[in-house]
């Protein structure tokens, strides 16, 4: 993997997901690709983000770098985040066209 730190275009990008874990949460989906879309609206989104409060407590700020994996042809972005009670990361796919492809919460260093 490759670590990048500072304010990169992969942070930009991730940041009004990662943000959507705090409402409102109006701009959460608008980079989502089509089939993402369709499986997960901005509905539906909410509701894990609700679930993940359940499991981590609420979510409090991004802390640390960033860690990019590319798979060819997505690009994988991890981004460590803090939660009341742990930490998690959020992987965000990336298609070659830069629209998110795929969204999971995971243990830091998790693939």
Do not use: C
């Amino acid at each position: 993997m490759m670590y990048i730190t500072g304010n990169n275009h992969w942070l930009v990008l991730t940041r009004p997901i990662v943000a959507g874990f705090n409402p409102p949460r109006d701009n959460a989906t608008k980079s989502f690709d089509e089939t993402m879309a369709k499986a997960v609206s901005a509905e539906k989104l909410g509701k894990i983000w609700e679930d993940m409060k359940g499991a981590g407590g609420k979510y409090k700020e991004i802390s640390g770098n960033i860690q990019i994996k590319q798979v060819s042809p997505f690009t994988a972005v991890y981004v460590p985040t803090v939660w009341e009670k742990k930490q998690m990361d959020v992987k965000v796919i990336f298609s070659k066209d830069r629209r998110i492809s795929g969204l999971w919460i995971v243990s830091p260093g998790e693939d």
